[in-house]
């Protein structure tokens, strides 16, 4: 059997955007899917529990994680053309938006809208990651996963993921089962154009692009982000703390009678999305901070750590905005992000 390299005590705060102190008991970085068949086929190993890690982008330490703690590395791309589609793969470690790059300098088009999404290819499934318009759902083909139930590696269609806003079976019912090392899309020689955003279009006009490339997508997209969402490089944030509500319209209803001016969103049959951004702000959290913790001057929905802040405090800092935004509104927000660590 090989030698595994296991780290103890390792220090997370690089591993985590929102750059909070914690440690893992042990830490084991995963570049091949054999080493997961040996580690969970090992008995010292195997009671000890573990913890999935890609990017750390999604992720809120608030406490030590007192266990194996497995850093997703597999690398590798891989692309297979079939008429106007292509099959393209991505190792779990490959970053998301190093094969954002890699599809579009290809001409493979249908995530050019996702670009500068952080993290992993192999997250990008557990919370079926979106933005301006696309969701991964829209081109997902399959993934490899490790099994740990069955200690085996296992092939996962579309239809398997449970996919829905922000959501998956990976994120939900079989959370914990699943690790996934690669993921397949289908992308398209033949693109279509997302562009439909007041933020986009505006973004295109001023760069007097009237019938934008992928390229210009990814670009847009990307300088969009870059002036809307603050950098975790320079201060630490996981992105959209909570997920936007998808209510009744008949309780939609009731709400814009009282709010005539609430932000909100069609989201199918009988249903409306509401911008949990748009109420937090109306709450008055906007650029509020309390110690370290915040939310970012520009987007009530991302909280930020202005330096310092531990893992506990900026979930405290997010109940209160939960809990006001429930009596304000009687709206239950739900955490995006994960929380990891016990919080008695
Ligand atoms: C500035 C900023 C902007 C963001 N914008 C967006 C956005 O526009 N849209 C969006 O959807 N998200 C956004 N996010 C959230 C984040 O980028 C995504 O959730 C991303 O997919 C997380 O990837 P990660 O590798 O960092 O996952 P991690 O944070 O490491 O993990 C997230 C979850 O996935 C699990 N996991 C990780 N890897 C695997 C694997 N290989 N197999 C099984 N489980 C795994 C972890 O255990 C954890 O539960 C943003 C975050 C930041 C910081």
Same mark, same amino acid.
């Given at each position: 059997?090989?030698? @595994? #390299? $296991?780290?103890?005590?390792?220090?997370? =705060?690089?591993?985590?955007?929102?750059? &909070?102190? /914690?440690? !893992?008991?042990?830490?084991?970085?995963?570049?091949?899917?054999?080493?997961?068949?040996?580690?969970?086929?090992?008995?010292?190993?195997?009671?000890?529990?573990?913890?999935?890690?890609?990017?750390?982008?999604?992720?809120?330490?608030?406490?030590?994680?007192?266990?194996?703690?497995?850093? @997703? #590395? $597999?690398?590798?791309?891989?692309?297979? =053309?079939?008429?106007?589609?292509?099959? &393209?793969? /991505?190792? !779990?470690?490959?970053?998301?938006?190093?094969?954002?790059?890699?599809?579009?300098?290809?001409?493979?088009?249908?995530?050019?809208?996702?670009?500068?999404?952080?993290?992993?290819?192999?997250?990008?499934?557990?919370?079926?990651?979106?933005?301006?318009?696309?969701?991964?759902?829209?081109?997902? #083909?399959?993934?490899?996963?490790?099994?740990?139930?069955?200690?085996?590696?296992?092939?996962?269609?579309?239809?398997?993921?449970?996919?829905?806003?922000?959501?998956?079976?990976?994120?939900?019912?079989?959370?914990?089962?699943?690790?996934?090392?690669?993921?397949?899309?289908?992308?398209?020689?033949?693109?279509?154009?997302?562009?439909?955003?007041?933020?986009?279009?505006?973004?295109?006009?001023?760069?007097?692009?009237?019938?934008?490339?992928?390229?210009?997508?990814?670009?847009?997209?990307?300088?969009?982000?870059?002036?809307?969402?603050?950098?975790?490089?320079?201060?630490?944030?996981?992105?959209?703390?909570?997920?936007?509500?998808?209510?009744?319209?008949?309780?939609?209803?009731?709400?814009?009678?009282?709010?005539?001016?609430?932000?909100?969103?069609?989201?199918?049959?009988?249903?409306?999305?509401?911008?949990?951004?748009?109420?937090?702000?109306?709450?008055?959290?906007?650029?509020?901070?309390?110690?370290?913790?915040?939310?970012?001057?520009?987007?009530?929905?991302?909280?930020?750590?202005?330096?310092?802040?531990?893992?506990?405090?900026?979930?405290?800092?997010?109940?209160?905005?939960?809990?006001?935004?429930?009596?304000?509104?009687?709206?239950?927000?739900?955490?995006?992000?994960?929380?990891?660590?016990?919080?008695?």
């Amino acid at each position: 059997m090989m030698q @595994m #390299d $296991i780290a103890q005590n390792e220090f997370l =705060k690089p591993y985590n955007s929102f750059g &909070v102190a /914690a440690e !893992a008991r042990y830490f084991m970085r995963v570049r091949r899917e054999d080493e997961l068949i040996q580690i969970f086929g090992n008995p010292d190993w195997e009671q000890q529990s573990k913890l999935v890690l890609g990017g750390g982008t999604n992720m809120l330490f608030v406490d030590n994680f007192n266990g194996l703690l497995l850093k @997703m #590395d $597999i690398p590798g791309i891989r692309s297979t =053309k079939n008429g106007l589609k292509v099959l &393209v793969s /991505a190792g !779990a470690g490959v970053l998301w938006n190093d094969l954002v790059g890699y599809c579009v300098n290809h001409g493979f088009a249908g995530i050019e809208n996702m670009a500068l999404i952080p993290g992993t290819a192999g997250a990008a499934p557990v919370q079926n990651i979106g933005a301006y318009g696309v969701e991964l759902m829209d081109v997902f #083909d399959s993934c490899r996963a490790f099994d740990t139930h069955r200690k085996e590696m296992v092939s996962l269609k579309k239809a398997d993921c449970g996919f829905a806003y922000r959501d998956s079976i990976f994120k939900h019912q079989e959370k914990n089962r699943y690790i996934v090392t690669e993921i397949s899309l289908m992308l398209s020689l033949h693109p279509i154009i997302h562009s439909d955003y007041g933020a986009i279009q505006a973004e295109l006009e001023a760069r007097g692009i009237s019938h934008p490339g992928i390229k210009d997508m990814a670009e847009v997209v990307s300088h969009i982000r870059l002036a809307k969402l603050p950098d975790p490089s320079t201060i630490g944030n996981a992105g959209s703390f909570f997920k936007n509500p998808i209510i009744p319209q008949v309780l939609f209803e009731e709400l814009n009678r009282r709010f005539p001016e609430i932000v909100h969103y069609p989201a199918g049959e009988g249903l409306v999305k509401l911008a949990a951004g748009w109420l937090i702000e109306y709450c008055g959290w906007k650029g509020k901070r309390l110690g370290a913790v915040g939310t970012w001057k520009n987007q009530a929905l991302v909280l930020v750590n202005h330096g310092g802040a531990s893992g506990r405090e900026i979930y405290q800092f997010s109940a209160a905005i939960m809990e006001d935004v429930k009596n304000t509104f009687g709206i239950q927000l739900e955490r995006e992000v994960n929380v990891i660590g016990a919080l008695d």
